[in-house]
């Protein structure tokens, strides 16, 4: 098989698109509709609870380190507020965007806005983004999210703990959404007349980094880029562990999210974080859910799953094995048991939109 | 020339709730508001193929199941990205138990 293009100008996504890979049709758990109007209610409850909790932290935190700066004091109450500014502004970003996780849509809208600013994402161009995600997920040269590509490069995927990758993507893609618009990618999936609104944002980011950045030269101190800025380099390490299990090692150009998709438990601080995210079969399967409710989905559909992962520690070490033989073998793909209980995974579907096997493990 | 046609019974759809309508090849959104009104609209969402069946009808917004795009289903109207382009309606009206909807 030729090697995999992920760019979406590229062969593959026109080959998506020809196959009807592209924009398919998805297997989804049959859950009568009673069942599921009450699971995908909206409450504003679980959601201002959780944010206050969250920004709260985030406030006695910043405010811990900055007393406590110049001691070594001060550093466990950066890295804790890091990794809400740089890891939970990850989920709370994805579940605003959605426009689930509230209610009320301008707390959705807020919410949204600042945690994009936080993980460093343009909120215009993001929304098209992540609405292609869920449209074709894991379609190679369909999909503009796919963390980890085929064969995975390594020294990125670690770089990226830091939120290196990410931030050194971040800075030319900003200055250009500011100063030129949406770049020739973006214009793929973000419509038209979105285009003036991403360079708006983009110009709002830049503006309150260089802000940041003057007062920073001002001081003659790094503190103001200890609250904005550099907590997404040293808190990035839980969203990009929990990131990577989503799909890593899973199949690619699948229609069903029960292949690509991985459900994973977590203890409470990390939940917290994620916003439940680790139930991202479920999510995918049905992305109206709200996250406080996916617990409740999941019970009602893993007889109709592969085994949820019992821990972060159990997911990785089948992943990163399986990440290590896909650096000689781009095909392979860990692939899960189904349970008695469940639909079987569609192979000759699978079979005909990719004109070949599945590898099977 | 356009035509009334039974969609269903008026106690087919719960309040605040949708269901899907399939007619000479076209497929159509029938909704029970929380006032009490019928209203209908294309079947399937403007941004893609998906039919809004399975979507959540909150007040007279639809939300689409798979992105969650809304439209205001009495109108037609956008609301909500990632959709951007209006949802076509269709008149509707009640005659005994029934919801008729009046087609192209
Ligand atoms: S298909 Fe309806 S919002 Fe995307």
Not at chain 1, 98 to 111: E, S
């Amino acid at each position: 098989m030729a090697k995999r293009d992920y760019s979406l100008l590229g062969p593959d996504g026109a080959l998506a698109v020809e196959t009807g890979l592209a924009a398919a049709e998805w297997y989804h758990t049959d859950v009568p509709r009673k069942v599921m109007k009450d699971l995908m209610a909206r409450r504003d409850g679980p959601a201002l609870r959780d944010t206050v909790i969250l920004y709260g932290c985030m406030i006695a935190f910043a405010l811990g380190g900055i007393a406590l700066w110049g001691s070594l004091w001060c550093i466990p109450f950066w890295l804790a507020y890091g990794v809400l500014y740089g890891s939970a502004s990850d989920s709370r970003w994805h579940e605003c965007g959605h426009g689930t996780a509230f209610k009320t849509p301008w707390m959705n809208n807020a919410v949204y806005e600042i945690s994009s600013f936080m993980i460093m994402r343009n909120s215009a161009t993001w929304r098209w983004s992540h609405a292609r995600h869920h449209t074709d997920t894991y379609i190679v040269g369909r999909d503009p999210e796919i963390a980890i590509m085929r064969p995975p490069a390594f020294a990125k995927l670690v770089l990226n703990f830091f939120g290196i990758v990410d931030v050194m993507n971040f800075v030319p893609r900003i200055l250009h959404n500011a100063f030129l618009g949406p770049t020739a990618e973006e214009k793929t999936f973000v419509p038209q007349s979105e285009w003036p609104k991403v360079q708006r944002v983009a110009l709002i980011h830049v503006a309150i980094y260089a802000a940041t950045i003057a007062l920073a030269v001002l001081m003659g101190s790094v503190l103001p880029l200890m609250v904005i800025g550099l907590p997404r380099l040293f808190g990035a390490w839980h969203h990009v562990m929990t990131g990577l299990l989503q799909h890593g090692g899973l199949a690619d150009n699948v229609v069903d999210h029960r292949l690509n998709s991985r459900t994973v438990y977590l203890n409470p601080v990390s939940r917290f974080i994620y916003w439940n995210m680790n139930y991202h079969v479920e999510h995918h399967m049905f992305p109206m859910v709200p996250y406080h409710a996916l617990p409740r989905l999941h019970d009602i559909i893993k007889h109709d799953l592969p085994a949820p992962d019992r821990s972060i520690a159990r997911a990785f070490s089948q992943m990163w094995p399986a990440l290590r033989r896909q650096l000689a073998n781009e095909e392979y793909f860990l692939r899960r048991d189904l349970p008695a209980t469940a639909k079987p995974y569609r192979e000759d579907f699978h079979k005909a939109a990719l004109g070949e096997a599945i590898p099977a493990e | 020339m356009p035509q009334w046609i039974r969609a269903c019974a008026t106690d087919d759809i719960d309040e605040e709730d949708l269901i899907r309508f399939d007619h000479a090849g076209a497929t159509y959104a029938i909704y029970h508001a929380p006032d009490g009104k019928f209203y209908a609209t294309a079947g399937k969402c403007t941004h893609e193929d998906v039919h809004l069946c399975d979507g959540l009808v909150m007040g007279h917004l639809i939300e689409c199941p798979k992105h969650n795009g809304q439209f205001d289903y009495r109108t037609g109207e956008a609301k909500r990205a990632p959709v951007c382009v209006n949802l076509r309606t269709f008149a509707t009206r009640l005659d005994g138990g029934d919801v008729y909807i009046e087609v192209p």
